[in-house]
C-alpha cells in the first residue's frame, strides 16, 4: 500500500508528521485514495484535528498516549503551516532545567491566533506574539528532531509577560491567605527568580 510505504520511510528518517498534501505529492494518490488508505493505517496514523490536514504516525510505545511526543512534530507542523514558532514559557523553562511548577501542556508561541489542540493525551496550547521571529530561539542538541525552544533569557521575559494568562488558578488561590503573593506582578516575579536561579542566569535588568 502506497500510504504505507510512504510512512516506513518516514521513520526511517525519524520523521513523525506529515500533510496529506505531502502524501498525496509524494504517492501520487488522489485526495479520496490517500484518505481511504489512512483510515486503514489507524492507530498508526492519527490525524491532529478535524479541521487540519496533518498526520502524525504513532508507534506501538506512544499508543496508550495517543500520540507521538510533541517536539518530535512540532517543527514539521509549523512548517506546514508556514508560521514561525518555538517553546515557551513553562515548556521552555523544564527543557532548560526548571520547571516553577507541573504542568500537563506544551505552550509554543507563534505569531497568530490558534487554538488548543488534544492529541491523545497531549495538549498544545497556543499564545500570540507579534515578534516571534524576532525572539531568540534555539535548538536543543541531543533532540531526537529539530525543535525550537526560547533561550533562557527570552523565556524569562515572557514568563513575566504572559503571567496573567499562564497562573490564574495560581493567583486566584492565593492572595488573601498569603499576601507575599501579590496578585499576578508578585507571582509571575516569584516564578521568574525561580527559573533564574535554576538555570543560573543573573536577573536582566528592566
Not at 64 to 73: A, D, I, L, T
Not at 121 to 148: E, H, N, W, Y
Amino acid at each position: 500500500m502506497a500510504a504505507q510505504n510512504f510512512i516506513e520511510e518516514k521513520l526511517a528518517g525519524t520523521e513523525y508528521g506529515f500533510s496529506l498534501e505531502n502524501l498525496m505529492a509524494e504517492t501520487g494518490l488522489s485526495n479520496v485514495a490517500a484518505r481511504n488508505q489512512l483510515l486503514r493505517l489507524r492507530p498508526l496514523v492519527r490525524r491532529i484535528s478535524p479541521k487540519l490536514g496533518f498526520y502524525l504516525i504513532v508507534q506501538p510505545e506512544h499508543r496508550r498516549v495517543g500520540s507521538p511526543p510533541v517536539e518530535w512534530w512540532l517543527d514539521d507542523f509549523f512548517r506546514w503551516l508556514g508560521n514561525p514558532y518555538y517553546i515557551a514559557l513553562q515548556s521552555a523553562a523544564e527543557w532548560h532545567g526548571s520547571s516553577p511548577q507541573a504542568i500537563q501542556v506544551t505552550q509554543v508561541m507563534t505569531d497568530v491566533p490558534r487554538k488548543e489542540i488534544c492529541v491523545g493525551g497531549r495538549r498544545i496550547r497556543f499564545f500570540m506574539k507579534k515578534s516571534v521571529k524576532d525572539t531568540l530561539a534555539a535548538g536543543i542538541a541531543g533532540a531526537r528532531c529539530p525543535v525550537k525552544v526560547s533561550v533562557p533569557e527570552a523565556t524569562a521575559f515572557d514568563l513575566v509577560r504572559y503571567a496573567p494568562r499562564i497562573l490564574p488558578s495560581i493567583v486566584a488561590m492565593h492572595p488573601k491567605q498569603n499576601p507575599c503573593w501579590g496578585g499576578v506582578r508578585g507571582t509571575s516575579s516569584m516564578m521568574l527568580f525561580a527559573f533564574l536561579l535554576k538555570t543560573h542566569k543573573k536577573v536582566p535588568a528592566w
